[in-house]
Nanobody, 115 residues
Framework: QVQVRESGGGLVQPGESLKLSCIVSRSIYSIYAVDWYRQAPGKERELVAAITNAGNTNYAESVKGRFIISRDNAWSTVYLQMNSLKSEDTAVYYC?????????WGQGTQVTVSS
């Protein structure tokens, strides 16, 4: 059973936008935060954005002012709106829910920014 599924990735040109979605299975309970991470070829996985139960958000410096993380009230879907994309945003993006019982990872969705 797939518990975390990312979608919305693709190939875009610099300056364009993409909206990623993370669908979280109903079998996952007690979520208190969800993060988006990314990993570019040859680089370590890095935190991009995070959102908590209280609606507090946090962003990596490299994406501040360009990316927006949001969620629905039931934690069934978490979004990452990515604007003004740059070539350095190219990576596999992962959704990472944190719960009282542990954390989960999806399979990731590829985002490629290239002219």
């Amino acid at each position: 059973q797939v518990q975390v599924r990312e979608s919305g990735g693709g190939l875009v040109q610099p300056g364009e936008s993409l909206k990623l979605s993370c669908i979280v299975s109903r079998s996952i309970y007690s979520i208190y935060a969800v993060d988006w991470y990314r990993q570019a070829p040859g680089k370590e996985r890095e935190l991009v954005a995070a959102i908590t139960n209280a609606g507090n958000t946090n962003y990596a410096e490299s994406v501040k002012g360009r990316f927006i993380i949001s969620r629905d009230n039931a934690w069934s879907t978490v979004y990452l709106q990515m604007n003004s994309l740059k070539s350095e945003d190219t990576a596999v993006y992962y959704c990472h829910p944190s719960t009282l019982a542990g954390t989960y990872w999806g399979q990731g969705t590829q985002v490629t920014v290239s002219s």
